[in-house]
C-alpha cells in the first residue's frame, strides 16, 4: 500500500535515542495529516538499539525495522531504509536527535510547491568548531565548486525527496551528502530551507576528520559521472593526453637519435609504444562509449515512441 510519507532513519549504537526519537517524529508529523511510515535501519549495533526498535515495531505498525548483520555505514543503511521505504515523498534524517523532526512539515511544504529535492541547512549548528564546523565548511565550499550545485549544507541528513526520483539513485561509500549532486543529471528542482541542531545528548558522534579523504575521492566520481556521462570519449580522450605526450617524447627521441647515432634505444622507444598503444585503447574505449551512449539513448526514444502509440491506441494518452 502507498503512503505518503517514509521517515528512513539510520542507527547505529543510539540505545538511548531510539524511543526519544521515535516520539520526537510521530509529534512532528502526526499532525501533519498525512498517512507515514518509520523505517528504522539499524546498521549493525553492538548495544541495545535493535532490543528497543524492534519493541517499537512491534507496538506501533507504522514502524519498520531493518537490521543489517554488521555495520556498513550510513550510506547503504540509507539506501536500504530507501528500498524499503513505501511513501511518495521519502525523508531522510540521523538518529541521534541532532535533527528535528518538527522540521519535517516544512520541507513537505516546499515539495508541495514544486520541488524534487528539499535540503535542510543547519544554519545554528551545534557542533564543535575546528573538528566538525570548519571542515565542514571547507568541504561544503569545494563540493559547490566542483559539481556546480550550490548546497550550503551537503553533510545534513536532514532532506526531503521524491520516491520516484531518490530511487533510481544509486548510492554507496558517502554518496549520501552527494544525492543533490547526483541527482542534477536528471534536472530536478532543488530547494534549501533552515532547519534546527540540537547538541547531542546521548553517545558519542560517529564522524570525525577521517572520513575527509572518502569524501575527497567520492567527489572525484561524482564529478566524473556528472560531467562526463554523455561524453565518454571526451573523457576518455583528457585521460589519453598524458600518455600521448609520453609517447611522442620517447618515439620522437628515439627517430632522433637513430637520425644522429644510426642507434636505437630498444627501452626508450619500447615504452614510447606502450604509451602510444595505451593511447589507442583508451580512444577505443571512449568511443565504444559513445557508441553504447547512443545506443541506449536511440532505444529510449523508440521505447518512449512506442509506448505513446500504444496509449492512443487504447485512448488512455495522458
Known amino acids: 500500500m502507498s503512503l505518503d510519507l517514509s521517515i528512513v532513519v539510520p542507527l547505529f549504537n543510539e540505545e538511548e535515542s531510539v524511543r526519544p526519537l521515535y516520539a520526537a517524529i510521530v509529534a512532528g508529523v502526526a499532525p501533519l495529516g498525512v498517512s507515514f511510515e518509520i523505517v528504522l535501519v539499524d546498521d549493525g549495533s553492538r548495544d541495545g538499539t535493535v532490543r528497543i526498535a524492534d519493541e517499537i515495531a512491534r507496538a506501533d505498525p507504522r514502524?519498520?525495522?531493518?537490521?543489517?548483520?554488521?555495520?556498513?555505514?550510513?550510506?547503504?543503511?540509507?539506501?536500504a531504509g530507501i528500498a524499503e521505504a513505501r511513501g511518495e515523498i521519502i525523508v531522510t534524517m540521523d538518529g541521534d536527535l541532532q535533527n528535528d523532526p518538527a522540521d519535517i512539515g516544512q520541507l513537505l511544504a516546499k515539495i508541495d510547491e514544486g520541488n524534487d529535492i528539499v535540503v535542510g541547512w543547519r544554519h545554528n549548528r551545534q557542533d564543535k568548531l575546528w573538528t566538525r564546523k570548519v571542515p565542514s565548511r571547507i568541504a561544503n565550499?569545494?563540493?559547490?565548486?566542483?559539481?556546480?550545485?550550490?548546497i550550503r549544507d551537503n553533510g545534513c541528513s536532514l532532506k526531503a525527496y521524491r520516491?520516484?526520483?531518490?530511487k533510481s539513485i544509486p548510492l554507496y561509500s558517502e554518496m549520501h551528502r552527494f544525492i543533490p549532486a547526483m541527482a542534477s543529471i536528471a534536472g530536478p528542482r532543488i530547494a534549501e530551507i533552515r532547519v534546527r541542531h540540537h547538541a547531542r545528548a546521548f553517545g558519542h558522534s560517529k564522524y570525525g576528520l577521517s572520513r575527509i579523504y572518502k569524501v575527497l575521492l567520492d567527489l572525484m566520481v561524482i564529478k566524473t559521472?556528472?560531467?562526463?556521462?554523455?561524453?565518454p570519449m571526451l573523457w576518455f580522450a583528457m585521460l589519453s593526453l598524458p600518455m600521448l605526450a609520453i609517447a611522442a617524447a620517447t618515439l620522437g627521441w628515439s627517430l632522433v637519435n637513430f637520425a644522429a647515432t644510426g642507434k636505437i634505444s630498444l627501452s626508450i622507444?619500447?615504452?614510447?609504444?606502450i604509451f602510444f598503444t595505451s593511447t589507442v585503447m583508451l580512444l577505443a574505449a571512449g568511443a565504444l562509449g559513445e557508441l553504447i551512449y547512443e545506443l541506449g539513448d536511440v532505444r529510449e526514444h523508440q521505447f518512449s515512441?512506442?509506448?505513446?502509440?500504444?496509449l492512443l491506441a487504447s485512448g488512455r494518452r495522458q
Do not use: D, K
Not at 514502524?63 to 539506501?79: E, I
Open 63 to 79: 514502524v519498520c525495522l531493518v537490521r543489517f548483520r554488521r555495520n556498513y555505514g550510513q550510506t547503504p543503511a540509507m539506501a
Open 269 to 273: 622507444a619500447g615504452t614510447g609504444v
Open 225 to 231: 559521472v556528472a560531467s562526463f556521462t554523455a561524453r
Open 305 to 310: 515512441g512506442l509506448t505513446q502509440r500504444l
Open 141 to 150: 565550499a569545494l563540493i559547490a565548486r566542483v559539481t556546480g550545485v550550490p
Open 163 to 166: 520516491a520516484s526520483l531518490i
